[in-house]
C-alpha cells in the first residue's frame, strides 16, 4: 500500500486540511472557514474533528503545517499569530504528534508555500526561487537546493517588515492586499465619480479585488495605484536581488490575482533599481500553484520529514 500524508495550512481566514500521495498530489480535502471569535482553540477543535475522521482510514506517514505567523521550525513551537488570539507559544507541532503519533513538521506558511512553488510549481526549474506573498499582509520565503532557507530564529525571509524609507513605511503597508484597499478607498474619497465608487458600491473592505477590472477597463486611477505598488514592491525586491540571487521570483497572495499587469510592472521597476552587472535581473513570475500553494508545500514537508 502506497503511502499517504497530511498537510495542514493554518490561516487567519481559513484551515486547509488535505490527504496527499508521495507525489505531494493531493488526493483529499477538508476546507474550513476560521472564526476568528474563536481564536485559536476554535481552530484546534477543528483539526480534532477532522483527524478524529481522517487517520484511521489514511494512515498518514508524517504530518506538515505551514501556519500563519512566525513558528520555531525545529521545536514546531509557534512563536504568535497576528491575526488570531490563543496561538502564542503553542507547541503544535508535539499536541499534533500527540493525536496522530507520527512525525510532524511545522514550518511558516509563507516558507512553505515557497517550497511548494520551489519543488511543483512555477518555481521547479529554478534555483534559488524567492516566493512572495501579497494577501491580508505579506510575507516571503526562499528556497535553495531544494530546501527551506532558514536563518536565525525567530524570523527569515520577512520581506513585509523591510523598511521603503526612513519614514517607517514598509513594503506591508504599501503592498499588501488592506494596503491597496486603503488607495482604492482614499481615491474614492477624493472623486465619489470614480470607476471604483460604482464597482465597489456600499461595501466596505476587500477593495483590491476590483483593482483587475478597473485595470481592464484601463482607467488612470487604477494605473496609478498599479505603478505606485509595483514600484514600491520592486524596490523591496532588488534587495532580495542583490543580496540572495534568486533564479526566480514568483508572486502569490490574493494580490497577485491581478495577473499579468502586476507581474509586467514588477518586472519593469525591478530593472530600474537592479545593478548593471546583474542584469536583466530573476525571472518575475505568477504564482502556479493557487489556493493549494501551501497544501502541497505542507505535504511536501510531510514527505520529507517522515
Excluded at 521597476?269 to 502541497?296: Q, R
Aim: net charge negative; glycine share 14%.
Amino acid at each position: 500500500m502506497s503511502k499517504t500524508f497530511l498537510g495542514i495550512e493554518i490561516g487567519g481566514t481559513k484551515l486547509q486540511i488535505v490527504v496527499g500521495d508521495a507525489s505531494a498530489k493531493i488526493l483529499e480535502r477538508r476546507r474550513i472557514a476560521v472564526h476568528k471569535e474563536e481564536g485559536g482553540a476554535g481552530i484546534r477543535r477543528e483539526i480534532e474533528t477532522a483527524l478524529a475522521e481522517l487517520l484511521p482510514k489514511t494512515k498518514p506517514a508524517a504530518i506538515g503545517v505551514g501556519f500563519g505567523g512566525p513558528v520555531d521550525c525545529q521545536t514546531g513551537k509557534i512563536c504568535c499569530s497576528h491575526q488570531i488570539e490563543g496561538w502564542s507559544e503553542f507547541p503544535i507541532g508535539e499536541w499534533l504528534q500527540s493525536i496522530a503519533n507520527v512525525p510532524v513538521r511545522v514550518d511558516n506558511d509563507a516558507n512553505v508555500a515557497a517550497f511548494g512553488e520551489a519543488l511543483h510549481g512555477a518555481g521547479k526549474k529554478s534555483n534559488p526561487v524567492f516566493y512572495v506573498t501579497l494577501g491580508s499582509g505579506v510575507g516571503g520565503g526562499l528556497v535553495v537546493d531544494g530546501k527551506i532557507f532558514h536563518g536565525a530564529k525567530p524570523g527569515e525571509s520577512e520581506i513585509g517588515h523591510l523598511f521603503l524609507d526612513q519614514t517607517g513605511r514598509t513594503v506591508e503597508s504599501s503592498c499588501s492586499g488592506w494596503a491597496v484597499d486603503k488607495k482604492i478607498r482614499e481615491a474614492v474619497a477624493k472623486d465619489p465619480e470614480t470607476i471604483f465608487a460604482k464597482l465597489i458600491g456600499t461595501r466596505s473592505g476587500g477593495e483590491a479585488k476590483y483593482l483587475s477590472i478597473a485595470l481592464e477597463r484601463q482607467y488612470p486611477i487604477a494605473q496609478k495605484i498599479l505603478k505606485e505598488t509595483a514600484g514600491d514592491l520592486a524596490f523591496a525586491l532588488s534587495h532580495v536581488v542583490h543580496l540572495c540571487h534568486p533564479e526566480i521570483i514568483i508572486l502569490g497572495g490574493g494580490l497577485s490575482l491581478v495577473g499579468e499587469p502586476l507581474r509586467s510592472a514588477v518586472e519593469k521597476s525591478l530593472a530600474a533599481f537592479v545593478m548593471e552587472a546583474f542584469a536583466p535581473g530573476p525571472k518575475i513570475c505568477l504564482a502556479a500553484l493557487g489556493e493549494d500553494v501551501v497544501p502541497i508545500g505542507a505535504l511536501e514537508l510531510a514527505i520529507q520529514g517522515s
